[in-house]
């Protein structure tokens, strides 16, 4: 009950194009869904974040669709760049930010 | 502002040995939690820290322990090293207990052989 699942392992879009990246979680009790995004050699680091009472944030080129009856979110990368290239970890927690339980992650190529 | 801080950044030990790991957390944030890193198992949490008193602690055996001291700086120790402990051991710093954004070091690659 307390995994997140996360879909695809691995993703390689065109320059331009809209990878979408899936996650599914059991815990009703979970109240905060962060991304993180890492990059080769360096540790992850907070992209964006949604609160189960919202069903979609937007930062930038990044979105967030939260669909708390089906217990799924999903991260939207618009206009992707080369430099995207990264793994991507969506992670859930409750109560306290600090205890993340994190997906398997997705590593995404952008191709120019 | 400098980030967070781990040291070493490369370690290498043989089986039965101890370990301990250092992070100094960004100036001003008083939590710190751990977590490991394996290509098999992810991203997952070990303990964390807040005031020098241990908040959480994840499902992890007694081997692996950890403290954090009156200036907030962590240090995580594993004792008797087995293989399946080769990982990157990733630290994390926060302002506080419940703060948002947790802020990631580069991590400690530890190796057993």
């Known amino acids: 009950q307390q995994q997140v699942k996360q879909s695809p392992q691995s993703l390689i879009v065109q320059k331009g194009g809209i990878p979408i990246i899936n996650c599914a979680y059991e815990?009703?009790?979970?109240?905060?869904f962060p991304w993180y995004q890492q990059f080769p050699g360096k540790g992850p680091a907070l992209l964006i974040a949604?609160?189960?009472?919202?069903s979609e944030k937007k930062e930038g080129r990044f979105t967030i669709s939260f669909n708390k009856s089906a217990k799924q979110f999903s991260l939207h990368i618009m206009d992707s760049q080369p430099g995207d290239s990264a793994t991507y970890f969506c992670?859930?927690?409750?109560?306290?930010?600090?205890?993340?339980?994190f997906g398997a992650g997705t590593r995404l190529a952008v191709h120019p | 502002k400098a980030g967070v801080t781990q040291t070493p950044r490369y370690l290498i030990k043989t089986r039965g040995q101890q370990v301990t790991l250092s992070c100094s957390p960004i100036?001003?944030?008083?939590?710190v939690s751990w977590y490991q890193q394996t290509p098999g198992q992810g991203l997952q949490f070990l303990f964390e820290y807040f005031s020098e008193t241990q908040r959480n602690k994840g499902n992890f055996p007694g081997r692996f322990s950890g403290r954090q001291f009156s200036n907030s700086r962590s240090e995580m120790n594993v004792s008797t090293l087995e293989l399946g402990d080769s990982a990157l051991y990733l630290c994390a710093s926060s302002p506080t207990a419940r703060s948002e954004k947790l802020f990631f070091g580069s991590g400690t690659q530890l190796s057993v052989l």
């Open positions: 992670a859930a927690t409750s109560g306290g930010y600090n205890k993340l339980i």
């Open positions: 815990n009703t009790a979970f109240d905060y």
């Open positions: 100036s001003g944030h008083r939590s």
């Open positions: 949604i609160r189960p009472d919202v």
